[in-house]
């Protein structure tokens, strides 16, 4: 398994297109780093669940379809970030999403420590390829990649059926990453003239994404690049 990070306590933010699997290495790095992983969707569930004001507004916004706001999103992060578990790190998974989250995210950093940002660039044809031959457990949602002409269609942990996700098509895997170009890719941008910031090779295996990734944050960390 890939090492932990050696020089203390280090605030993550992950950046990727759809299926770069930046979710997988966030969850990965978290766990070795013994810090919390912070997903928008998970934090807008909490929020919700807490009933806090803003996890009202949350809960309103998407009960009535709509996309929750920069402003609602970048105040549940505010709010997620002053509990005591995140005083010793943290990694982000799917925030900043945009520039405007980014700068709002500067300031919201102001006294957390060294922050490394670090995007996972996959090309988009491999992206295509890559989630076209993904298939999720119907029954227990274990992700698997069957290999070209590969007719494998039972989950190899439960037994249960093998599907292709709606949402892995190729022309709305293409929709996808037009769209994360449109409006997260400036992100990549905004971050990639600063000092704390390093893009990793993400057509490796995931152990050696995950090693490259936390290898990106110890350089930075030596460097006394990441803040």
């Given at each position: 398994m890939t090492g932990a990070v050696t020089r203390g306590p280090i605030n993550l933010v992950v950046l990727g297109p759809p299926g770069a699997?930046?979710?997988t290495q966030a969850v990965?790095?978290?766990q070795r780093q013994g810090t919390p992983n912070i997903s928008t969707g998970d934090i807008l569930r909490?929020?919700?669940r807490a009933e806090s004001e803003l996890g009202r507004r949350a809960k309103a916004t998407i009960d009535a379809g709509g996309l929750v706001d920069d402003q609602l999103m970048i105040g549940i992060?505010?709010?997620r970030l002053a509990h005591p578990d995140a005083a010793r790190g943290f990694v982000l998974d799917g925030f900043p999403r945009t520039v405007a989250q980014a700068i709002a995210f500067d300031e919201i950093m102001t006294g957390h420590g060294p922050l490394a940002v670090v995007d996972i660039a996959v090309p988009d044809d491999a992206l295509v390829?890559?989630?076209a031959r993904r298939r999720v457990c119907g029954q227990c949602g274990h992700a698997?990649?069957?290999a070209a002409g590969e007719s494998r269609t039972t989950c190899e942990r439960c037994g249960g059926e093998l599907v292709l996700r709606s949402d892995d098509t190729e022309?709305?895997?293409?929709?996808r990453l037009r769209v994360y170009a449109e409006t997260t890719k400036p992100l990549v941008d905004y971050y990639s003239s600063r000092p704390n910031f390093r893009a990793v090779d993400g057509q490796q295996s995931p152990a050696e994404v995950g090693a490259a990734l936390?290898?990106?944050v110890e350089d930075m960390l030596a460097e006394g690049t990441a803040g």
């Open positions: 699997g930046k979710g990965d790095f978290a909490d929020a919700v992060v505010r709010e390829e890559r989630l698997t990649s069957v022309a709305t895997v293409r929709e936390t290898q990106a």
